[in-house]
């Protein structure tokens, strides 16, 4: 262990923006503002975006987000940029990401790799750090930092929804049978049982007064992507791809 360092590298938050600039800040930061156009029947002068298609015929976009993934930030400037089209945010487990994007279910999805990419388009997007959850009573949170070695002889579960697939050498093998989820193996670490090891983002979400976690600084991370069908990008889906990729509303795609 390596006590008294920091806490490694955090996961990249999907942390809100703020409020759009005023005109006197735009200027001052240099971002263009919005083209004015008149309207015709009140003769009132209303801010457009110019550059903006009209996509409200095409209905709601469904993406699809792994447990843990922070699309937040992405769906504040969707809601302000396409208000004609509603964005339905529809919680997609690891093993289930490939059928929901094959199976048309949603439109585009933040996933965890690995994934069978035959037929998608892929772009990663962040990684995560990994840690290891573990009870609040565990020896393992005298140091705020591990390192695989570390959890050499620790009870190591791996749920049925394990999204990292990470083998830990020395790791002792859970006497009891799998567990189904990763939130049934976070339950069962803050028993003190034994620990389970998931990005950060998922412990986070499943956080409990009776577990924490430490960062495992030399563990694979964990990468969080965009992905969509190939054969289904569709003019909603390049417009989310260019709000994840900091396109302004006036870029060309």
């Not at 290891?132 to 749920?159: H, I, W």
């Amino acid at each position: 262990m390596t006590p008294g360092r920091s806490s490694g590298r955090p996961a990249r938050s999907g942390g809100r923006g703020g409020g759009a600039p005023g005109r006197r800040g735009a200027a001052a930061s240099g971002q263009r503002p919005a083209a004015r156009r008149t309207d015709r029947t009140s003769g009132s002068r209303r801010e457009t975006d110019a550059a903006a298609p009209d996509l409200s015929a095409l209905g709601a976009f469904r993406l699809g987000a792994a447990p843990g993934a922070t699309p937040g930030k992405w769906i504040d400037v969707w809601k302000q940029r396409m208000p004609g089209n509603p964005l339905d945010l529809v919680t997609v487990g690891f093993a289930d990401q490939a059928a929901a994007l094959a199976g048309g279910d949603v439109d585009a999805a933040l996933v965890r790799l690995p994934i069978d990419r035959d037929g998608l388009s892929v772009i990663p997007l962040y990684n995560e750090t990994t840690v290891a959850v573990c009870s609040v009573d565990s020896a393992l949170t005298a140091a705020d930092e591990l390192t695989l070695a570390d959890l050499a002889g620790e009870v190591v579960m791996v749920p049925g929804d394990d999204a990292l697939d990470l083998e830990v050498p020395g790791a002792v093998a859970p006497a009891f049978a799998r567990l189904a989820t990763t939130e049934d193996a976070v339950a069962t670490a803050a028993t003190g049982v034994g620990i389970v090891l998931v990005p950060m983002s998922l412990a986070r979400l499943l956080h409990r007064k009776d577990a924490t976690y430490r960062p495992v600084v030399d563990a694979p991370t964990s990468t969080v992507a965009l992905a969509w069908r190939a054969e289904a990008t569709t003019p909603l889906v390049e417009t989310f791809i260019g709000i994840v990729r900091g396109r302004t509303a006036n870029s060309s795609r």
